[in-house]
């Protein structure tokens, strides 16, 4: 089993910032992409961004390509999200994920994904 707890949501103006973190413990040598996704009131939980362990491989949704930064620190096992020039449609439960995929690519759909952490609120306010 692999266990992820997400920190770092919260309330933010339109265009602030704000950098969730998602520290992973237990089987993690069986996973090789950690990557977060999103899901709004209403809504279908969406794919937002992923990094594979080694940092070889980052994928990002459209929609925050240019805003939007993945990182990781292997040392720490724990996977950054920074979300800059944020807009109200941001607003949502941010998921931290993480799936045996090889590439961050193939990380996109829901049922690539092994475990789940419990979620974090944005809110992003006009």
């Known amino acids: 089993q692999v266990q992820l707890v997400e920190s770092g949501g919260g309330l933010v103006q339109a265009g602030g910032s704000l950098r969730l973190s998602c520290v992973a413990s237990g089987r993690t040598f069986s996973v090789r992409a950690v990557g977060w996704f999103r899901q709004a009131p209403g809504k279908e939980r969406e794919f937002v961004a992923a990094?594979?362990?080694?940092?070889?491989?980052?994928y990002y949704a459209d929609s925050v390509k240019g805003r939007f930064t993945i990182s990781r620190d292997n040392a720490k096992n724990t996977v950054y999200l920074q979300m800059n020039s944020l807009k109200p449609e941001d607003t949502a439960v941010y998921y931290c994920?993480?799936?045996?995929?090889?590439?961050?690519?193939?990380?996109?759909?829901?049922?690539?994904?092994?475990?789940w952490g419990q979620g974090t609120q944005v809110t992003v306010s006009s």
């Open positions: 990094i594979t362990w080694s940092g070889s491989s980052t």
């Open positions: 994920a993480a799936s045996p995929v090889a590439t961050a690519q193939d990380m996109t759909s829901l049922h690539r994904v092994n475990y």
